[in-house]
């Protein structure tokens, strides 16, 4: 890598940074020690050297490698002394509460760390959480969820800012390297001689993702140079086709509660004389503004609701997690159980 | 292969046949002597046994391996004879026409190929076309499509019946084994000890569809055993979508068409104002109905249509293929170049 070449990666990351982090405000950055983290702590310092910020790390020994562990934990905490940064530790043995709860190590992990930042969140009064995802990230998430055939949304592969109410906290994930391939990363780092572990146990990476990362990923990358170019382009026309479904059935729904002079309620014929797509958008737009959130409602649901609301029977009724869409003759109701608590994550 | 499960096929197949090919009609068989066109073959003999159809076998002999070339076209000459079915044989030097034309030789390939077709269909008095290309072919053009960012129209893979107009004659190309994946075609045919030639050219295959047969597919079906099934799921799901887009377009075009009383013309005002994906879909038709084809017309076009159509200075133009899109205050014109010649294919 040329300095001019780093200069111009900076650049970009600073002009992500300066869109989501606010002069003054408080970080917690996802700290593992590997090359991906200390990159995004070593650009996290240098933006502040020009916008104040305060960083805090935070790291989470999982306790999976014995002394290998313990020396990644002994990294940072060096790390963050020699950046003069706020770290914060948790040491947790993840494969004991693996076992226990009967989940994998990944999920189990994933969950540590997360309860781990909203409780750091909630001490440290911010509720932003930078994580170092990077383009081959997603790009092979994307590719996962193609595979698993999670619909158009799974092709937009992670969000650069998302919400997640953890732990009762309401917690706010930035990825600010989502565009940058690893390739550039490590050229970074390299070209700095800057020091990061190396072989952190792949927690993170089920079966399937490895698969893809040492499989296809390389494939990819001969046919197309480009690739991260084009995934970019893709992501860009789906989001806005996908805009657009979400504004026509926002639209639609309104149309008919104006009419029927009552909130969540649908003109069945409507409903039914509509193209497919929308369908399944207003569906999926109901069920979103109703429930606060799309987990565990994909396709397989949208098509069950479906299948009820299209029939011209009587009354007929289909329950999804707290939400019920039910058809009265010309009117399509959606209800919400009162007593409903709110998934966590 | 069970017995059971050959019936389940070869039904599942004739329902498909039987959806497009009327009882006494004429179709060209594309036939190369490999194992997918010979189960085709087959599949449309044990077809015509219920409903009498005309089958014209259809071979080119590429003369790209020697005498290899020479016992192809003797086997589909024995299997035509065997079948009792009469067949057409083009001979033509593949590597000489590519090297003359200054093209591909899977370009060249296609080309001779559908100029046989072509003159067939005049002498046949027939236009259907029935090609082998099967559900691993079609997941290979998807994943072609998504490597090289060709939309979301691309991730709809193959169209199970498409028109082409080639040299003055409109065909239509009908790929009835689209669902069928290799696997069971091969199992077919092992089961049934019908025989077929190995081994072939792969003129058709360009390196990249290679690499993305021989890296990606494999790794694909180890992560998702249902890969196929998934496929289609996708497939229905983005289809839907895109015939939503379609059908906003058209009808944004035709109100502004009824408020202009002009036909090609869009109130420019309104134009701007529509969401992204919109604005692009009503580009893409107006195009496709004054130019009577998509072809060499994709995002980087309307990108650039779209730059122009968006600014509000004045008269603008930009002139793509045969087509003008031009910008008068608040009036958007189509306009067709007269003495623009049809592109053949």
């Given at each position: 890598m040329q300095l001019q070449e780093a200069k111009k990666l900076e650049k970009s990351i600073f002009e992500t940074l300066s869109k989501h982090i606010k002069k003054g405000e408080k970080v917690i950055l996802g700290l593992s020690g590997g090359a991906d983290s200390v990159f995004l702590f070593e650009m996290l310092k240098k933006f502040a050297e020009k916008t104040p910020i305060k960083i805090v790390a935070a790291h989470v020994n999982?306790?999976?490698?014995?002394l290998e562990s313990e020396k990644d934990e002994k990294f940072v905490k060096d790390l963050a002394k020699k950046y003069k940064t706020e770290i914060k530790i948790l040491k947790k043995d993840i494969a004991k509460i693996s076992k226990k709860l009967g989940r994998g190590l990944e999920e189990t992990g994933r969950q540590v760390r997360h309860e781990f930042f909203a409780k750091l969140a909630k001490e440290l009064k911010t509720n932003l959480v930078l994580t170092a995802h990077h383009a081959d990230d997603n790009l092979e998430t994307i590719l996962l969820n193609i595979v698993r055939g999670a619909g158009l949304k799974g092709l937009?592969?992670?969000?650069e800012k998302i919400k997640h109410k953890i732990a009762n906290t309401d917690l706010s994930f930035l990825k600010p390297l989502l565009q940058v391939p690893k390739q550039q990363i490590e050229n970074y780092l390299t070209h700095k001689k800057i020091e990061f572990v190396k072989d952190l146990s792949n927690l993170d990476e089920t079966f399937n993702r490895n698969l893809i990362r040492s499989k296809i990923v390389p494939t990819l990358k001969k046919i197309n140079k480009n690739i991260f170019g084009t995934v970019a382009k893709n992501v860009k026309n789906i989001g806005e086709t996908l805009d657009f479904l979400d504004d026509e059935a926002k639209k639609f729904i309104k149309k008919s509660e104006k009419i029927l002079k009552e909130k969540n309620a649908l003109i069945a014929k409507d409903f039914r004389e509509a193209n497919k797509a929308l369908k399944k958008a207003v569906i999926r737009e109901l069920y979103k503004v109703n429930a606060k959130t799309l987990k565990d409602f994909g396709n397989a649901q949208i098509d069950e609701i479906l299948k009820v609301l299209d029939k011209n029977i009587g009354n007929k009724s289909k329950k999804i997690g707290p939400i019920t869409f039910s058809v009265n003759k010309n009117r399509i109701k959606v209800s919400v159980e009162k007593k409903h608590k709110k998934v966590q994550y």
């Open positions: 999982h306790m999976l490698r014995g937009l592969g992670m969000e």
